[in-house]
């Protein structure tokens, strides 16, 4: 029994063996622990927790995504001042995009914003804003995470003639300057009828 100790910490750290390997006795491959206090089932556990931890974060995963697919907001209602504030900037932000803010995208912007539940003087202070061209790095820095950035490029994509080319590259751009994967953006754009 003594023979056997050294031969079986040489196997199990890749050393040379000094002697022949001898068959395994029934103790060493049993499932309880050996005489080193070592449980062998133990290292077999290790690939299934690790296929178990896999599948709970690809679930988990496909949860979060699933839930960022909502269409643009339809109305503003639920959302806080700041939320509102952001995405009635974003909508402004890719209006201007091709250069002018045209009547029907500034009916939709002001529609939207109308729904909110900011106050009159909030409200005129966006009013004023929408008018003037934005800068999108400063809004981008605003967005606080994954389902944000989705609405964000939702909102966007609900303002503006998504067919007109120029705004087809401004989509494209903000989608990648939000971080979004590529399926999410191409199931938004279906969502609201564009194919880039």
């Known amino acids: 029994m003594t023979q056997a100790k050294p031969n079986l910490l040489t196997r199990l750290f890749g050393g040379a063996p000094e002697a022949p390997v ?3 006795s029934p103790t060493l491959t049993s499932a309880g622990p ?3 206090g070592e449980a062998k ?3 077999g556990h290790e690939p299934v927790l690790h296929a178990m931890l896999a599948r709970q974060i690809l679930d988990s995963h ?3 995504r699933h839930q960022l697919l909502d269409r643009a907001p339809a ?3 639920g959302f806080g001042a700041e939320e509102t504030d952001l995405l009635v900037l974003a909508m402004a932000a890719a209006a201007h995009a091709d250069g002018e803010l045209d009547a029907t995208e500034r009916g939709r912007i002001r529609s939207r914003l109308n729904t909110s539940s900011l106050d009159e003087e909030d409200r005129d202070r966006l009013q004023r804003q929408i008018e003037e061209p934005q800068c999108l790095e400063e809004l981008i820095r605003r967005v606080d995470g994954p389902r944000m ?3 964000f490029y939702a909102v ?3 303002t503006v003639d998504k067919h007109a080319p120029i705004n087809r590259s401004y989509l494209r751009y903000l989608a990648q300057r939000l971080g979004l994967p590529a399926d999410l953006v191409v199931r938004l754009n279906r969502q609201m009828g564009l194919r880039l």
Request: charged residues 30%; glycine residues 0%.
């Open 149 to 151: 950035a989705a609405r």
């Open 22 to 24: 001898p068959a395994p």
């Open 156 to 158: 966007s994509l609900a």
């Open 34 to 36: 050996t005489e080193t």
């Open 62 to 64: 496909l949860r979060n």
């Open 41 to 43: 089932p133990r290292l």
């Open 75 to 77: 109305d503003f209602r």
